[in-house]
């Protein structure tokens, strides 16, 4: 009946926690590489995203800054799964600040990733409002408005609307 799972945890909560256990065994070290590896991922790519507007050293230094928040510290070295929302949440703040026009979002990048960081920890799936808004707007001005590219851009959701409908 309820599809042989009750947990109302999402699927993919503990997948990286398993992959490091598996390599490294079981240890400190196993339990905490994967968050702090993704605050190091999200601190590249943080500067990859104000590359653009920055010089290299100032671009380092932002995403420095933005990866030695007390807050994403500490979540990072912990074994909770909050680091996945808050990397997320935070690209997509600063992907959404840096593009002053969306004429070249990749739309079905950030669908995709916002569907398996929800699969991750949850409260991800709030980065789909700003999201859809976004392309909402860009989408009104289109003359050849077509529902079979809107349906390609969203399949992504497919991935996460099952877990999403029954945690509801």
């Known amino acids: 009946?309820?599809?042989g799972n009750t947990d109302p945890h999402?699927?993919?909560?503990?997948f990286p926690l398993w992959i490091s256990s598996s390599i490294f065994s079981i240890s400190d070290f196993s339990f905490r590489f994967p968050q702090f590896l993704g605050l190091i991922v999200m601190m590249t790519m943080v500067f990859k995203m104000v590359n653009i507007k920055l010089n290299s050293l100032n671009s380092w230094l932002f995403g420095l800054a933005a990866?030695?928040?007390p807050v994403l510290w500490h979540s990072s070295v912990i074994?909770?799964?909050?680091?996945?929302?808050?990397i997320i949440w935070s690209l997509l703040l600063i992907f959404i600040i840096n593009e002053n026009e969306f004429e070249d979002i990749k739309f079905i990048r950030w669908f995709s990733l916002l569907s398996i960081f929800s699969l991750m920890r949850a409260s991800a799936f709030v980065g789909f409002i700003p999201l859809l808004i976004l392309l909402f707007l860009k989408k009104r001005n289109e003359v050849d408005f077509n529902i079979k590219n809107l349906m390609i851009l969203l399949s992504p959701l497919i991935i996460f609307l099952p877990y999403f409908i029954?945690?509801?």
Not at 10 to 14: D, H, K, S, V
């Open 1 to 3: 009946f309820n599809g």
């Open 10 to 14: 999402p699927p993919l909560r503990l």
């Open 67 to 69: 990866g030695t928040i």
């Open 79 to 86: 074994v909770e799964q909050s680091i996945w929302t808050a």
């Open 166 to 168: 029954k945690t509801i």
